[in-house]
């Protein structure tokens, strides 16, 4: 089972992006879905996350710029990210807590991607 993530890029202050990611292999079901990130120098923290049954859950800093959605047939996550800021450059990381079919709770990462934000 593994998360692949996409999107990303560079930004100028003030534009959009979306991430996007999809959880793949022998999957059972999918609890929370969300998205952490890492500036330079600084520890990973969580961005967004979104329970199986819809509940939210935004870093104070990124309240009303950014949403997070999920299809739950496709196993995707997306993060909507309007509004950025430079303070928003950071590898974004995917993560998921997935059931396989033997019932075995996974917290999988899926792999980094670069947000740059120029201001």
């Known amino acids: 089972v593994q998360l692949q993530a996409s999107g990303g890029g560079l930004v100028q202050a003030g534009g959009s992006l979306r991430l996007s990611c999809a959880a793949s292999g022998s999957i059972f079901s999918i609890n929370a879905m969300g998205w952490y990130r890492q500036a330079p120098g600084k520890q990973r923290e969580l961005v967004a996350t979104?329970?199986?049954?819809?509940?939210?859950n935004y870093a104070d800093s990124v309240k009303g710029r950014f949403t997070i959605s999920r299809d739950n047939a496709k196993n995707t996550v997306a993060l909507q990210m309007n509004s950025l800021k430079p303070e928003d450059t950071a590898v974004y990381y995917c993560n998921a807590e997935v059931v396989t079919p033997l019932w075995h709770r996974e917290i999988l990462w899926g792999q980094g991607i670069l947000v740059t934000v120029s201001s």
């Open positions: 979104l329970s199986s049954g819809g509940s939210t």
